[in-house]
T-cell receptor, first 112, second 113 residues
């Protein structure tokens, strides 16, 4: 089955800096890659996603890049703010199934 | 549209008991997936239902089961509870039929004593 590795497990940045979280996946048939943000005590929220026919997608301060050949995808957050502090999860979905396989999560801490 | 709802939000049970959790998806969504979230293992897939049929199942013992009703509401049941079943149980709804996005409910926090 699919295996998703996520790095780093924790990331501390200063407000205004950029943050990058990287994920690799094992199943070359995976074609959908969402990112979720989970604040303490809250549900995971979908913040951005990318499909395998696209290399990059942006939404304001966040962007996701996908390298199908290397089987890795990354989340980029620019001009970080304290409210960006949360746990971020990447996930991958195989085209033949609807289930998501999640990475272990990255705890992002943005200091003022 | 109203979001995904889950009941109850908190549960405390003792070993050996059984529990039933409920999930109401976003109106019009036909797919419901269940996940177990723990600090050590992260988010692990339990099973997925689409139009009352289980489409996929994760690597959990048979004590974990589920079902989906004709209105797309779903329930999961855990029998013979163990201490290790303590976790946040999240359901996620999706339109299905080629639409990928999954939206999570607030979860049910299950504590097994």
């Amino acid at each position: 089955g699919e295996n998703v590795e996520q790095h780093p497990s924790t990331l501390s940045v200063q407000e205004g800096d950029s943050a990058v979280i990287k994920c690799t996946y094992s199943d070359s048939a995976s074609n959908y890659f969402p990112w979720y943000k989970q604040e303490l005590g809250k549900r995971p929220q979908l913040i951005i996603d990318i499909r395998s026919n696209v290399g990059e997608k942006k939404d304001q301060r966040i962007a996701v890049t996908l390298n199908k050949t290397a089987k890795h995808f990354s989340l980029h957050i620019t001009e970080t703010q304290p409210e960006d502090s949360a746990v971020y999860f990447c996930a991958a979905r195989n085209s033949g199934y609807s289930t998501l396989t999640f990475g272990k999560g990255t705890m992002l801490l943005v200091s003022p | 549209k109203a979001g995904v709802t889950q009941t109850p939000r908190y549960l405390i049970k003792t070993r050996g008991q059984q529990v039933t959790l409920s999930c109401s998806p976003i109106s019009g969504h036909r797919s419901v997936s269940w996940y177990q979230q723990t600090p050590g293992q992260g988010l692990q897939f339990l099973f997925e239902y689409f139009s009352e049929t289980q489409r996929n199942k994760g690597n959990f013992p048979g004590r974990f089961s589920g079902r989906q009703f004709s209105n797309s509401r779903s329930e999961m049941n855990v029998s013979t509870l163990e201490l290790g079943d303590s976790a946040l149980y999240l359901c996620a709804s999706s339109p299905g039929q080629g639409r990928d996005e999954q939206f999570f409910g607030p979860g049910t926090r299950l504590t097994v004593l």
